[in-house]
């Protein structure tokens, strides 16, 4: 079957949907291409699992078009999609055994006994669910469960799989642990999975590419090294890397505006710096130097040692109020809350957006 | 659990003891009533013998065991056609995108709350102009409309309880709606399809008025009509009243046992989450 055989690119053009009276997705457009990892993030109500449900079949838009290797699949039932799923709640049947779960696609498909045996036996193996094969879901851990769930869309050999948060009600061990095996899939299997997340760490590890969703439309689509490095606006800044990126004026970091920024940003702008690039220190870093002014203080407010390093929270008390910051400090960093710190930012890391509009200068 | 005090586990006792005989106590009399000789009867306290002449008497010279197959028959007809239109109902009610569904629902609510006497002289009318006055067919239509809110309602609820993502999760493997249904949702809506049959089956097995009102023949009569008329103008024979009471309600046993022993609870564990 050539179905099995190719990998599927899906193509999203204008899609809307509306949900009495209210717009869940406005005007997405997108190209998937055959064999990526293409990942959806944004928070709650961003629209990302009404998209997967669109591309899966389980609900139409109320405008636009989903085309699936060159075909326009809007009016297609699941079935005639071939698209397999993995649901956040596994949603295992729970009065079949572990076997015919898996077998239960297959079954529809009318494929032979002997064929099917095959498959689930392959993919119980892949998955290391081999032994649990006569279990019924109610005696699996969650962690079991989930491979279940991923084994059920897997033995179809789908050219499209698509995961709704799949990971989300595993501890966080676990959730890493598998993580890694979804990435390694998919360098095995080649097909093309597309991922739905609210979990930015989740995003950035697996992805080929991630698209941000905020409200409905697409914020930025991009390689999780360019989203991280050149997010297009606030929301995309803020929304990807773990601790947030710090943002404020200028002056609260000691810095001045270059001025082609603020000549394209119309004099106000702000200052976007990951914790990374600022480092916090006990005692002003160049305190003879002429550019001393970019050398500024704050007081601790928490100290979190994290092992390899630490990351300390700092209250900048500026003429406007107070701004949080998050930096980076060595491993054995100390302080006690209250106590003075000061910066040391990286200039050439600055991101600088404009004030009113949030996009990128 | 087992730490009570011997005060208030006899307490617990005597409670569990209550209820009991308020349920099950007019059965026992019942079983005992058709047990003792016609002499011993108006007495209170035990029979000095015991006699099996009632249930020969209500057998003999009536068509009563007739009339016990023509309740099963209305019954178990009721049930089926009732199961088997309101267990996809209930499903596409609930799994469906269907336009006033909250409207249908309540109307079925509203039919079931009609009571029966307000409805007896229009169906009346109907079934004999149908021509189906006098026969188990004319009553098991009218049995239907009414068991049919009933199974809806109590099947509504059942697959409410089951995780949309199960029925999704099955269309994504391939099913129709219809082979969802019936492959995924049908099985896990078990405990509801034998409750619903249960209280269906009850329901029709002793509705009394219908079936005094609709039928004439004797060898067409219900359970409840034909002990309701044992009594003659001037005899009240409790004994054999009785010995039918406790023939009839055997098959009722029979029913509630083989379904309760499908009302498993909890039957969707481990569908969803960890």
Redesign the interface.
């Known amino acids: 079957m050539r179905r099995d055989e190719t990998l599927a690119s899906v193509r999203l053009e204008r899609l809307q949907k509306t949900f009495r009276g209210t717009r869940v997705l406005a005007g997405i457009d997108l190209t998937i291409e055959d064999g990526e990892f293409v990942t959806f993030v944004g928070p709650s109500g961003s629209g990302k699992s009404t998209l997967m449900?669109i591309m899966?079949?389980?609900e139409e838009p109320t405008h636009g078009r989903v085309w699936i290797d060159g075909t326009d699949v809007t009016n297609e039932?699941?079935?005639n999609r071939g698209?397999?799923?993995v649901?956040?709640?596994?949603?295992?049947?729970?009065?079949m055994t572990v076997r015919k779960n898996l077998a239960?696609?297959l079954e529809?498909?009318k494929m032979n006994a002997r064929e099917i045996e095959a498959r689930v036996v392959e993919t119980a193996n892949r998955l290391g669910i081999g032994a649990l094969l006569e279990r019924?879901?109610?005696?699996?851990?969650?962690?079991q469960?989930?491979r279940v769930a991923l084994g059920?869309a897997l033995v179809r050999r789908p050219r499209l799989c698509l995961f709704d948060e799949p990971l989300s009600?595993?501890d966080a061990a676990l959730r890493t642990q598998m993580r890694g095996e979804l990435k390694k899939l998919h360098e095995d299997l080649k097909a093309t999975f597309i991922y739905v997340t609210h979990d930015q760490a989740e995003a950035m590890t697996l992805s080929d590419r991630v698209v941000v969703l905020n409200a409905g439309v697409i914020e930025q689509v991009a390689s999780p090294r360019d989203l991280y490095c050149n997010p297009k606006n606030l929301f995309v800044a803020r929304f990807v890397g773990s601790p947030q990126i710090n943002i404020a004026t200028p002056e609260t970091f000691g810095l001045c505006a270059p001025a082609e920024a603020l000549s394209l940003a119309g004099q106000s702008v702000l200052a976007a710096v990951r914790p990374e690039n600022v480092r916090a220190l006990h005692h002003c870093p160049r305190p003879n130097a002429a550019n001393a002014a970019n050398a500024i203080e704050g007081r601790v407010y928490i100290v979190e040692p994290m092992g390899g390093e630490t990351w300390v929270t700092i209250d900048m008390i500026g003429d406007v109020g107070t701004t949080r910051i998050t930096a980076r400090a060595e491993a054995d960093f100390a302080a006690r809350s209250g106590s003075r710190v000061w910066l040391d930012i990286d200039e050439s890391r600055v991101l600088w957006f404009n004030a009113k509009t949030h996009e990128r200068v | 659990m087992t730490s009570r005090s011997p005060l208030a586990r006899a307490g617990l006792m005597l409670a569990v003891f209550a209820a009991m005989s308020f349920c099950v106590g007019p059965f026992v009399f019942q079983a005992i009533t058709s047990l003792t000789p016609d002499r011993d009867i108006a007495r209170t306290g035990l029979p000095s013998t015991l006699t099996l002449d009632h249930y020969a008497s209500a057998l003999a010279g009536r068509p009563f065991m007739h009339v016990v197959q023509n309740s099963i028959v209305v019954s178990s007809v009721v049930t089926v056609v009732s199961l088997a239109i309101a267990a996809p109902a209930a499903f596409a009610i609930v799994k469906l995108r269907v336009r006033g569904k909250r409207l249908l629902l309540a109307a079925a609510l509203a039919i079931s709350m009609f009571p029966p006497i307000a409805t007896v002289s229009p169906l009346y009318l109907a079934l004999r102009r149908a021509g189906l006055l006098d026969s188990l067919l004319g009553l098991t239509i009218p049995y239907t409309t009414f068991a049919l809110p009933l199974a809806l309602w109590i099947l509504t609820g059942f697959f409410q309880d089951i995780p949309d993502d199960l029925y999704l999760a099955a269309r994504i493997d391939g099913c129709s709606m219809f082979s969802a249904f019936r492959k995924v949702l049908l099985p896990l809506a078990m405990p509801g399809i034998a409750t619903a049959a249960i209280l269906t089956f009850i329901f029709a097995y002793n509705e009394f008025l219908y079936a005094l009102t609709f039928l004439s023949s004797p060898d067409k009569r219900t359970i409840p009509v034909a002990i309701s008329l044992f009594a003659g103008e001037h005899t009240e024979p409790w004994g054999d009243i009785a010995a039918a009471s406790i023939i009839s309600t055997l098959p009722l046993v029979v029913v509630a046992v083989t379904f309760q022993r499908k009302i498993v609870r909890a039957l969707t564990a481990g569908a969803v989450k960890g």
Do not use: C, D, W
């Open positions: 449900n899966a079949g389980l039932t699941p079935k698209v397999a799923m649901f956040q709640s596994y949603a295992l049947y729970p009065h239960f696609p529809i498909a019924k879901p109610k005696e699996l851990s969650g962690g469960r989930q059920r009600n595993l």
